[in-house]
């Protein structure tokens, strides 16, 4: 009898929790493995970048302008003199809260109007989804562009115009999911234990939505990005001196034959950090939907 | 009889709209139903077993007639009073799985179903979820356990713990056992007919399997097409099966022959089943009957009793 029961206790109760699963399905994918340290480290230093950075953004020296990659400067400095290495870090920072921030907004926007009009149907539904095409027919960066220039150049307004483009594409893949849920055998069989609207739909379709939303968020974040540094492209992005790896690179187009290292320094950090948080998105997807 | 039966549905019907066609899935069903006994709905695909059990528990909205369960009128009932009224009325799925929340536990399954109508402290649930485990066959052990980790045998189970967690009074069975092993379908119906017994459940038994219908259940009501074409107690059914098609039914039942003279050739109903979108014209199983007339082709027979609680649409028997 005492043997039986300590057998019991050991398998009692194992904890396996889906996440735990996805975790090691994750760690399979060697490149989303890379883009997760990098995506970890880019967090840390959008966090701790402005403490460790070795200059100021606004420390201009012109005795040292346009100097090559040096042991001051260890990526070198722009023809005002900034250091570069300091401007990528002060640069993480604005990208991520950027980012973040107008990834959330579009989230948060999509989710709930997703979600409304999935599960509510009806004029609801046509009204939300007419809005959703509507936002498709808009190219989202001319509209982004007349936000900013209607909003003005600073970080809220160019997160809230980035965010407000962007949620069509979240609430359109919110909604299909739900509504291939509304009438499955899980949403009736709570319906039929006696839950209401809101408890089903917060306890039985959203945890079901979730993965789907963290890859779609995983995606939403470099795309962000890329539209952030495109306002900077012609000029419309955050205001100089703040930092952004869309102004750097738009500056250092025109001497790129004479000072190259203003365009690699940033071009690489940047595209490293948009194919981090691509393969961290494509680690998602594989680990968190392994039936496809 | 003065018992208050526990379901009695009056002439229920229910048309879909697909694409622009009207499908008839059930027309003009009664029954009648007291606690503690079974009803079998017998059928095969489309003939409307499904969307009739769906109807008696206001899963779906009857376009006419009633549903009564316990004397309430489920149509009557306000969106939160039928919320209520649900605890007194469950189902069970023929796909465990799908029926399942992916993300919840089978313990929280449980449970979920208690949560929802604000029963118990968190203690007081987990307590009845190890009971309802335990009571259906399942170790408690696998409370903290997904859907997708165990067999269909035990998922069902789960269905089956989930929907006794409320205490109901009757519970309609959509091919509970269709989805498992021949093994485990066995173990389903003994379990099933303990719990029946115990509890004095009221059973809708929807399959397409008639042996598992005769052993289980005490009325029997055949469908072809969303219509009852016959409807008796299930002894007198199996006996004395009176329209042709429930005889072919019960001549295509596959049993193991206990002896070589006990072999038989099998009998199979020629044709498929029409389309519900296009039903034919008069009795809807004429197409396919060997007895079919002309009468058969022109008018649709009705529903009569041609014994006591032995109800034929046949017009061989007018």
């Known amino acids: 009898m005492a043997v039986v029961m300590t057998n019991v206790a050991a398998t009692k109760r194992k904890k396996r929790s889906q996440w735990g699963l996805a975790f090691r399905r994750y760690r399979r994918n060697k490149l989303a493995v890379f883009g997760l340290i990098w995506v970890a480290l880019f967090l840390l230093i959008g966090v701790i970048g402005p403490y460790i950075a070795p200059y100021n953004y606004q420390t201009a020296n012109f005795l040292a302008a346009n100097s090559p990659p040096s042991l001051a400067h260890i990526f070198g400095t722009d023809n005002l003199g900034h250091d570069m290495f300091s401007e990528i870090i002060w640069s993480v920072q604005n990208a991520l809260e950027i980012a973040f921030g107008a990834t959330l907004v579009s989230f948060l926007i999509g989710i709930v109007l997703g979600m409304w009009a999935g599960l509510r149907g009806g004029l609801a539904d046509l009204i939300i989804m007419r809005l959703v095409d509507s936002m498709f027919a808009i190219p989202t960066y001319f509209l982004d562009l007349i936000l900013v220039v209607s909003f003005g150049r600073g970080m809220g307004p160019i997160l809230l115009a980035i965010g407000i483009t962007g949620w069509a594409s979240y609430a359109r893949l919110i909604r299909s999911q739900v509504l291939s849920m509304r009438n499955s055998d899980m949403v009736e069989a709570a319906r039929s234990l006696g839950a209401s609207q809101t408890q089903i739909a917060w306890r039985y379709v959203l945890p079901n939505v979730m993965n789907s939303m963290v890859v779609a968020l995983a995606f939403g974040i470099p795309g962000d990005l890329t539209v952030m540094a495109g306002l900077s492209v012609v000029g419309m992005g955050l205001r100089p001196p703040l930092p952004s790896f869309g102004n750097m690179l738009a500056q250092s187009g025109v001497n790129v034959l004479g000072y190259p290292w203003l365009m690699y320094f940033p071009a690489i950090v940047f595209a490293i950090t948009l194919l981090s948080f691509l393969f961290v998105a494509d680690g998602l997807q594989e680990a968190l939907n392994p039936k496809g | ?318």
């Open chain 2, 1 to 318: 009889m003065s018992v208050e039966p526990l379901i009695v549905a009056e002439s229920i019907s229910k048309n879909f709209r697909v694409s622009r066609r009207t499908l008839r899935a059930v027309q003009r069903v009664s029954f009648s139903l007291q606690a503690g006994e079974t009803l079998g709905l017998v059928g095969e695909s489309g003939s409307g077993k499904s969307t009739l059990g769906r109807l008696c528990l206001r899963l779906l909205e009857a376009d006419e007639g009633s549903v009564r369960v316990g004397g309430q009128d489920l149509a009557k009932l306000s969106p939160k009073a039928l919320r209520e009224k649900r605890k007194e009325m469950q189902f069970v799925f023929q796909d465990p799985m799908a029926s399942l929340n992916p993300r919840m536990t089978v313990g929280k399954a449980v449970s979920d179903a208690l949560r929802i109508h604000g029963i118990g402290t968190k203690q007081e649930r987990l307590n009845r979820v190890e009971e309802l485990f335990t009571r259906v066959g399942l170790s408690p052990e696998i409370i903290d356990v997904f859907p997708f980790e165990l067999s269909g045998g035990q998922q069902q189970r789960v269905g089956i713990a989930r929907a006794l967690a409320l205490r109901p009074k009757l519970i309609v069975c959509d091919e509970p056992i269709s989805a498992l092993d021949v093994s485990i379908q066995v173990q389903i119906i003994e379990l099933l007919r303990d719990l029946q017994k115990e509890m004095n459940l009221g059973y809708i038994f929807i399959s397409h399997n008639l042996g598992v219908v005769q052993y289980l259940s005490d009325y029997v009501m055949v469908l072809y097409l969303g219509e009852v074409v016959e409807y008796a107690s299930a002894d007198d059914l199996f006996e004395h099966p009176s329209h042709p098609y429930t005889k072919v039914l019960i001549e295509s039942i596959l049993s193991v022959p206990s002896s070589d003279a006990g072999r038989r050739e099998l009998i199979a109903i020629p044709g498929e089943v029409p389309s519900p979108l296009s039903p034919p014209s008069g009795c809807p199983f004429h197409p396919r009957c060997k007895e079919a007339t002309d009468h058969c082709r022109q008018e649709k027979p009705l529903l009569r009793e041609i014994a006591s609680r032995h109800q034929v649409s046949c017009h061989l028997y007018a």
